[in-house]
């Protein structure tokens, strides 16, 4: 089973930046897609973004333009570069990665694997 381990969470101002990394083991890009989810208290997680075989990304709207998902496949590792942050994306933060994926991008299923999460706070 595939495992994944992020980083990079934190604290920062309102405007600041954070860059989250999730190394993967046992990982084969080209059968998985694989995603970036976030969860706050008392809410629903929600994908924030994902990244298919072939490199194709796709984002939820509440951070297009600000946050982007990347991979570095000599690392093995996901990124989400987070710019301009904002109050309302504090939360933990989890990577994901499975070969299903829902919508063509976000990793879904029984199978999937999950991360144990990073907690982004961001002050106003």
């Known amino acids: 089973q595939v495992q994944l381990v992020e980083s990079g969470g934190g604290s920062v101002q309102a405007g600041g930046s954070l860059r989250l990394s999730c190394a993967a083991s046992a990982y084969t890009y080209g059968s998985y897609c694989m995603g970036w989810f976030r969860q706050s208290p008392g809410k629903e997680r929600e994908g924030v973004a994902a990244?298919?075989?072939?490199?194709?990304?796709t984002y939820a709207d509440s951070v297009k333009g600000r946050f982007t998902i990347s991979k570095d496949n000599a690392r093995s590792t996901l990124y989400l570069q987070m710019n301009n942050l904002k109050p309302d994306d504090t939360a933990m933060y989890y990577c994901?990665?499975?070969?299903?994926?829902?919508?063509?991008?976000?990793?879904?299923?029984?199978?999937?694997?999950w991360g144990q999460g990073t907690q982004v706070t961001v002050s106003a």
């Open positions: 994901a990665a499975s070969d299903l994926c829902r919508g063509g991008y976000y990793p879904t299923g029984a199978s999937a694997s």
């Open positions: 990244i298919d075989r072939y490199n194709d990304t």
